[in-house]
């Protein structure tokens, strides 16, 4: 699996943050475009997870995936402001227990994000319907993807 070598946790959270409301960018709308209030929200959440557990860069990558993959099978769907933490959690969740051999539980993930164990085990239940249950990407096109990023 190709690697992203981001060794600064805040770093890792502004890339995180900037590329989430890209992904979820539609091709029939205006840009989604978070104000600078909004991303600075968004940038903390991030960093503070991230800090929390640890989480390879592997994993990140691979959340972005899913959420690139969640957004082309919900195309028509339009998300709230704060939506785009959770479905980055829970999206991080899930590859978390794909790529991770002690991966952490639902309620731990609850604890670090603050987001309720029912909200991520329905976020989670929703991705993993978008992806067809598939959540191991070809090499092929997860090479495509990281090519884009």
């Given at each position: 699996?190709p690697?992203?070598t981001?060794?600064n ?21 205006s ?8 991303h ?18 592997s994993?990140?990558?691979?959340a972005l ?13 339009q998300?709230q402001n704060g ?5 980055f ?27 309720p164990?029912?909200r991520l ?25 990281t090519?884009?990023?």
């Open positions: 699996m690697q992203l981001c060794p946790t805040a770093q890792l959270a502004e890339l995180v943050s900037t590329a989430v409301p890209i992904l979820w960018k539609s091709a029939n709308t840009s989604y475009l978070l104000t600078s209030e909004q600075s929200i968004l940038t903390m959440f991030c960093f503070n997870v991230l800090r929390a557990t640890q989480i390879s860069n994993c990140v990558l691979l995936y899913y959420l690139k993959q969640y957004r082309a099978t919900f195309a028509g769907i998300i939506y785009e933490a959770e479905l959690t829970a999206a991080l969740m899930i590859a978390n227990k794909c790529l991770d051999d002690s991966a952490y539980s639902n309620h731990t993930w609850s604890t670090v994000s603050k987001i164990v029912r085990n329905e976020l989670e239940r929703d991705i993993l319907i978008a992806l067809d249950y598939s959540i191991n990407p070809s090499p092929y096109q997860f090479y495509t993807w090519k884009q990023c």
